[in-house]
């Protein structure tokens, strides 16, 4: 069987943006392991406009070409990993547009966050939990959240994020229940297509 493949989701675009950071340490991180294929996704890279489709891609395709190529990408990853920088208690517009102009290339893949910010970006990582549902994926419960001590002392280049092992050790389980249920979900969709495929 191949390696899952995963794809961390840097959540914001703008200029001196702190996402770069905890972007290349996860990937680092995951990469590691060895049982993932892994790669960042920059939304740099997919300047999507806001959402003004005809309908939702629930529904139908969508005709802006870089929202078909934004769904190319999510559909060819198995799992997902989004750094999430919290603005005003949620999270930033540009993730939330991203994850809008996809729906089923999201179903049944899981999603781990790495929050930043105001209480690590726990409350914007709350509110893309259940967005996460209503697009079928899977939110795994441990996530990382770096909080304000340590996101100021990073900013100011004080410390780096492989030097705070707390925060290692809340990306170790992450990863592990990321890596479980990456793999519960693929063999589960591979044997739905092989059904398909059958009947």
């Given amino acids: 069987m191949s390696k899952p493949k995963i794809g961390v989701v840097i ?44 309908m939702s891609p629930a529904w ?3 005709k802006n070409e870089t929202a078909q190529l934004w769904q190319k990408k999510v559909a060819s990853l198995d799992g997902y ?51 996460a549902v209503e697009l079928q994926m ?16 990073l900013m100011k280049g004080e410390k780096k994020l492989g030097e705070l092992p707390h925060l290692e050790d809340n990306a170790k389980g992450m990863l592990d229940q990321l890596a479980w249920w990456t793999k519960a979900l693929k063999n589960a969709r591979e044997e739905d297509g092989a059904q398909a495929e059958a009947a």
Avoid at 26 to 46: H, S
Avoid at 117 to 130: D, F, K, N, S, T
Avoid at 138 to 153: C, K
């Fill in 11 to 54: 959540g914001s675009t703008r200029e001196n943006r702190f996402g770069d950071k905890p972007a290349q340490w996860i990937f680092d991180l995951a990469k590691a392991r060895g049982d993932f294929e892994v790669e960042i996704v920059d939304l740099r890279d997919y300047p999507l406009p806001f959402f003004e489709e005809q």
């Fill in 81 to 131: 990993i989004f750094t999430v920088a919290e603005y005003n208690r949620g999270p930033t517009a540009v993730l939330k547009n991203a994850l809008d102009y996809a729906y089923t290339e999201w179903n049944n893949k899981p999603a781990a966050f790495v929050g930043y910010g105001g209480v690590g970006g726990a409350r914007a990582v709350e509110q893309l939990r259940l967005h």
């Fill in 138 to 153: 899977a939110p795994i419960r441990a996530g990382v959240h770096i909080l304000m001590p340590d996101f100021v002392a």
């Fill in 60 to 62: 139908g395709p969508s």
